[in-house]
């Protein structure tokens, strides 16, 4: 059981992305302490799913089916989570992710110039809308939630935006430029908003995971038979803990963020939740 946090009861949570593996943690935590969850998602059974966890354990909580980039489809959500929550308390971006198409097949560009353009992915071949997509879907997409939901936020007291960064965005991974590129634009985000709206009474911060299992990353880490890949393995070796993070380990930063009695003062960071990954230079 999480402790409560007294200060969250009754508050009004909107969770984007909130039907994944990282966003529905974050969901049945909130619950937890009492607080009325919006879950934001494309999918409606999965979002009904963690709803009926949620639920079936005595907490609050509602699926909202819209798209993080599609302005009309947040205006909606947002009306149904006021006349059946309430206005948001709470925002957590949670949306994102990468895509094959944005991604390159190795980490080093090798072998003569014409390799530049055969059939494997490079710098020099990978698709122009594969990179937007990323690149939208990661910013935008946390833009976008933010323009709509936490309009409701000002002047109100106690509310909060948490946005969901990476570890990439301090130190690019190899394969994957926009993914990297569109987390290090929420660092920035995160600081430049924490500015724009100190004196409306909402702060906002971040939080950058490390290395966690996802149903996005599953099947880059983990092979057929259960292994770790290659590229799993350079992980843990890089990890000073040697292992992957598990998602409950996640939730005491974002409680504390979201507490105004704990919080207060914190404005404008972006707290690793690494594992030590960001500590070691690997020698």
């Known amino acids: ?52 966890e949620i639920t079936g354990q005595g907490g609050i909580a509602i699926p909202v089916v819209a798209d993080v980039l599609q302005v009309e489809q947040l205006k909606k959500a947002n009306d149904l989570v006021k ?7 709470i925002l957590i971006n949670a949306a994102g992710g990468n895509h094959s198409s944005a991604t390159t097949s190795t980490e080093h560009l090798n072998g003569d ?28 997409g946390t833009l976008l939630p933010t323009q709509i939901f936490a309009s409701d936020m000002v002047g109100k007291k106690g509310c909060s935006i948490i946005n969901i960064s990476s570890m990439n965005a301090y130190t690019p991974l190899t394969k994957i430029p926009a993914y990297s590129a569109a987390k290090a634009a929420i660092n920035n985000f995160t600081q430049w908003l924490c500015v724009y709206l100190s004196k409306v009474g909402i702060r906002v911060n971040a939080i950058a995971p490390g290395f966690f299992l996802t149903e996005q990353n599953y099947d880059l880490l983990v092979t057929e038979d259960g292994s770790l890949s290659e590229r799993a393995q350079k992980i843990i070796e890089h990890t000073p803990m040697g292992r992957f993070g598990e998602q409950s380990e996640l939730v005491g930063t974002l409680l504390w963020l979201v507490d105004e009695r704990l919080s207060g003062f914190v404005n404008g960071v972006v707290i690793p939740v690494d594992g030590g990954f960001s500590a070691y230079s690997g020698v």
């Open 1 to 52: 059981m999480i402790p409560i946090h007294t200060d969250l009861k009754g508050k009004v949570a909107v969770i984007t992305g909130g039907s994944g593996i990282l966003g529905s943690g974050f969901a049945k935590s909130l619950a937890e302490c009492g607080v009325k969850v919006a879950i934001i998602g494309r999918n409606q059974d999965k979002l009904n799913k963690v709803v009926q």
């Open 83 to 89: 006349n059946t929550l309430g206005t948001c308390d």
């Open 113 to 140: 110039a014409d390799s530049c353009f055969r059939d494997e992915k490079t710098l020099f071949n990978l698709d122009k809308s594969g990179i937007e997509y990323v690149l939208n879907l990661n910013y935008l």
